[in-house]
T-cell receptor, first 111, second 118 residues
């Protein structure tokens, strides 16, 4: 059974700092997703990672995938207040289209 | 609006009543998903359609839940005899190649339908 764990679950940081959110999954998965969610809102797609070693960057966010370690990371560079949100990773089960989600990382960036 | 749209956005219902949510996916997306999310949790998969065929259904989905996608376009999710534990946000998402060059690997979510059962 595929399980997805994120850590930390809560992160408070200062503007301008760098930090990394980790996403571990328990069995093989053929793709890894990162989403952002603002309070009371829906899920905004950030990245889809399809293969080992994949790295994608958008602005101050960079995501990577290591399928051998079953680990994906979301790195935040020089954080700004607007990045405050909850970030979810989700892994897709190999044999079907179901996404298994982490519990989310609530990120608060203080000015 | 070219995104996934859901209706209604909010629904308050009394326990025991039936509710129905509608989802209109991105035009020509052949894959459609329903998820449920409660406060402070990640989404939970409910069901998946490829065109009009319901190919996957979560064990979480009791007999009170039913979903349809009759013509492979919009979908409905019905909950019969609602219970307080059904209170959640119901999210619809779609994916698949479209004729407007939208990435086929990305799953796009709608704004969600909030259900409160009192």
């Amino acid at each position: 059974e595929l399980k997805v764990e994120q850590n930390p679950l809560f992160l408070s940081m200062q503007e301008g700092k760098n930090y990394t959110i980790y996403c571990n999954y328990s069995t093989t998965s053929d793709r890894l997703y990162w989403y952002r969610q603002d309070p009371g809102k829906s899920l905004e797609s950030l990245f889809v990672l399809l293969s080992n070693g994949a790295v994608k960057q958008e602005g101050r966010l960079m995501a990577s995938l290591d399928t051998k370690a079953r680990l994906s990371t979301l790195h935040i560079t020089a954080a700004v207040h607007d990045l405050s949100a909850t970030y979810f990773c989700a892994a897709r089960m190999d044999s079907n289209y179901q996404l298994i989600w982490g519990a989310g990382t609530k990120l608060i960036i203080k000015p | 609006d070219t995104g996934v749209s859901q209706d209604p956005r909010h629904k308050i219902t009394k326990r025991g009543q039936n509710v129905t949510f509608r989802c209109d996916p991105i035009s020509e997306h052949n894959r459609l998903y329903w998820y449920r999310q409660t406060l402070g949790q990640g989404p939970e998969f409910l069901t998946y359609f490829q065109n009009e065929a319901q190919l996957e259904k979560s064990r979480l989905l009791s007999d009170r839940f039913s979903a349809e996608r009759p013509k492979g376009s919009f979908s409905t999710l019905e909950i019969q005899r609602t219970e307080q534990g059904d209170s959640a946000m119901y999210l619809c998402a779609s994916s698949g190649l479209s004729n407007r060059g939208i990435d086929g690997n990305t799953i796009y979510f709608g704004e969600g339908s909030w259900l409160t059962v009192v």
